[in-house]
């Protein structure tokens, strides 16, 4: 099953797409990955979830992947007396402390002591999802007294966001520990961490998940973007998540950090995710608003790995149409000029090793001689990885004897994953090469495809040879 673009998509499961005939529909509509929120998901229920989604795999005979996404942290305010909240009113003193009694007009209880502790004069809180803003005028480990900025009803347990405060607590909850060990358990591909501050907390999730996932880390804090380039490297890839990241820091401001966090993730050759609101209308309407469309299609000519789903194919009227739409805007940005002109310009120097050397002398030989394909044998899928990091202009087939490796880089950009046996010797390595590249429409009869893999065959990490194959009557036969 052959895709037509190279940017993945990503959806998001919910009611909207619960049963194996709508993720069979979305899967042909163009998804690659499937998300699993867990805020809404039963540790119980996630291996069945799992079955189902493989079940696709022998359907479509193509990797399918799958990312649990795990709940990160909640804060909140307390509980109010009387009717269930206060109005707070522009200008007035508002006062969040460690008295777990009913708030009123005044105060409310925040029943989270590190929070406290962490807070200065001048930072600023930020409640029920950015409807009202409060500074802190006074503060000690048991209460801040605050100046309200912005007014309005705050009601109990609403979402408390500290764009200016580092708390020293780790982005997992002990219901992200349980799950994400649940999750590596049962297989999924793609691990999510949300609310990222540091790089010690991407070290928590590693160390928990110990290599049976990949782990991504959710940029949705200013304290992330401060310190992009060490999460970066401390992640396997990482999601521009502008929802929250929406309501921490000015709105204006998204845009430009979006591409910041791209061009950094694609520097260090990891995978990025733009995600959030990318065609928000459509979980009522069966079309997207013209803003939308040139939202996902900035995010495609930037470059991105993937674009992603979220209300719109989890609850939405309209799941299959908004991955249809996506797919059509990837499939035009990627055939206009001006896409492959944006890459070319934004080329990156490989790293002083030699795996990232082949993979740029690949690109450079396939852009040279209009190559046909770049099939690279990967056993952890780093080759592949570092071939799609070059943004080459032919498609990255992957062929790996790792069934979890293929369906982690359904994930990575221009990637086409296939599970084979491995290579018995060079000439069988450059045969297969050539009898997938035909099997999977990616080249023909007389066609030429350049072959990256290392040797001794099937070690990690020991890319080191690059070959040129003709595509000949052989070939064709036995594709």
């Known amino acids: 099953m052959k895709r037509e673009r190279r940017i993945k998509i990503i ?21 690659d990955v499937f998300r699993i929120n867990m805020s809404h998901t039963q540790r119980e229920t996630l291996a069945e979830k799992i079955a189902m989604l493989r079940g696709l795999e022998a359907k479509f005979r193509r990797p399918v992947g799958i990312l649990a ?46 929070i406290l ?6 930072h600023h809180l930020i409640l029920d999802d950015g409807k009202l803003r409060l500074v802190v005028e006074k503060a000690s480990p048991e209460q801040a007294v605050t100046k309200v900025l912005v007014g309005g009803r705050l009601s109990s347990r609403k979402g408390v966001s500290l764009p200016d405060t580092t708390i020293a ?5 002990e219901k992200d520990r349980a799950d994400a060990e649940v999750a590596a358990e049962v297989g999924v591909d793609w691990i999510a961490l949300s609310f990222v501050q540091r790089p010690e907390d991407m070290a928590e999730l590693r160390k928990i998940v110990r290599g049976r996932a990949l782990a991504l880390a959710k940029i949705e804090k200013p304290q992330a973007v401060t310190r992009m380039e060490e999460i970066i490297d401390a992640s396997d890839a990482i999601m521009v998540a502008r929802g929250d990241l929406g309501v921490e820091m000015p709105l204006e401001k998204v845009p430009g950090t979006q591409k910041r966090l791209t ?40 470059g991105a790995d993937a674009v992603m789903l979220s209300a719109e194919s ?7 149409e908004a991955v249809t739409m996506m797919n059509r805007i990837a499939e035009e940005v990627e055939n206009d000029a001006v896409y492959r002109s944006i890459l070319d310009s934004q080329s990156n120097e490989p790293e002083a090793t030699g795996a990232d050397a082949i993979a740029k002398a690949a690109h450079e030989i396939a852009e040279t001689l209009n190559l046909k394909a770049i099939c690279a044998w990967t056993s952890s899928g780093s080759t592949a990885f570092r071939i799609a990091r070059e943004r080459p202009n032919s498609t990255v087939i992957a062929l790996t004897p790792n069934r979890a490796t293929a369906r982690r880089l359904t994930l990575v950009w221009g990637v086409h994953a296939i599970v084979t046996k491995d290579a018995s010797d060079a000439d069988d390595m450059a045969f297969r090469a ?16 350049i072959v ?18 003709f595509v000949a009557q052989e070939h064709v036969a036995k594709a």
């Open 434 to 449: 050539c009898k997938f590249a035909v099997r999977e429409h990616y080249a023909k009869l007389g066609d030429r495809v």
């Open 11 to 31: 959806a998001t499961l919910g009611p909207a797409s619960a049963t194996e005939e709508m993720c069979a529909k979305l899967f042909e509509a163009g998804v």
């Open 69 to 114: 996404d795990l709940q990160g942290p909640k804060l909140r305010v307390g509980q109010f007396g009387g009717d269930g909240g206060a109005m707070l009113e522009k200008g007035a003193r508002f006062v969040l402390n460690s008295d777990p009694s009913p708030g009123d007009a005044k105060r409310v209880h925040l029943p989270h002591p590190e």
């Open 169 to 173: 607590v780790s982005a997992m909850t």
């Open 263 to 302: 061009r950094m993730a694609r520097l260090k050759g990891k995978p990025v995710v733009v995600a959030t609101q990318m065609l928000e209308s459509m979980i009522t309407s069966p079309v997207p608003t013209r803003a939308e469309v040139s939202d996902v299609a900035t995010a495609v000519f930037e």
């Open 452 to 469: 990256v893999a290392g040797v001794p065959f099937g070690t990690p990490g020991a890319t080191n040879m690059v070959r040129i194959a």
């Open 314 to 320: 989890a609850a939405g009227q309209y799941p299959v």
């Open 117 to 122: 502790s962490a807070l200065e004069p001048g």
